[in-house]
């Protein structure tokens, strides 16, 4: 009797994995055909932070959809990669890389100078940028309590 009802709940749960894996791969194919529907083409996108992670991956898919993307970074090796390997769809698709340190604001105001100078316009502007507080530096938090009012 145990083995039996063992079995049937085993039966039950692989019916149950497999609709959910059925239901979940019919969203992904959902969503990939909305995905690939977008244009943005004529487009500029900066992305500050993707020289890796989830910025990395959007400024791919930018690319991938036809949009000129200028990544910013701290690591200029990565940058360059990165640039270097993205699709371009159209002649008019431009891709940059601009090394920043975004813990910066003396830097950062001198980028938005940049970007503002710049003959195109900035239409999306994608910030992934890592949690200075997250890994610490000695250059950027001299104090090992990066919070002005530690917890205790």
């Known amino acids: 009797m145990f083995w039996r009802s063992l079995l049937i709940a085993a039966?039950?749960?692989?019916?149950?994995?497999?609709y959910t894996?059925?239901?979940?791969?019919?969203?992904?194919?959902?969503?990939?055909?909305?995905?690939?529907?977008?244009?943005?083409?004529?487009?500029?996108?900066?992305?500050?932070?993707?020289?890796?992670?989830?910025?990395?991956?959007?400024?791919?898919?930018?690319?991938?959809?036809?949009?000129?993307v200028t990544i910013v970074g701290r690591s200029a090796s990565r940058g360059v990669a990165i640039v270097e390997s993205m699709a371009t769809t159209t002649e008019e698709q431009k891709h940059?890389?601009?090394?920043?340190?975004?813990?910066?604001?003396?830097?950062?105001g001198a980028l938005a100078g940049q970007l503002g100078a710049a003959d195109?316009?900035?239409d999306l502007l994608v910030l992934s940028l890592a949690n200075p507080n997250a890994n610490p530096t000695p250059a950027l938090h001299p104090n090992p309590h990066p919070h002005p009012h530690p917890r205790p």
Do not use: N, W
Not at 11 to 18: H, L, Q, S
């Open 11 to 18: 039966a039950a749960a692989v019916v149950a994995v497999g």
């Open 21 to 68: 894996y059925q239901a979940s791969m019919s969203q992904l194919a959902a969503a990939e055909a909305a995905s690939a529907a977008v244009s943005m083409i004529g487009k500029h996108a900066v992305v500050v932070g993707g020289t890796s992670g989830i910025g990395h991956g959007i400024a791919l898919r930018l690319a991938q959809a036809g949009c000129s």
């Open 96 to 108: 940059a890389f601009l090394k920043l340190d975004a813990f910066s604001l003396k830097a950062c």
């Open 120 to 122: 195109k316009p900035l």
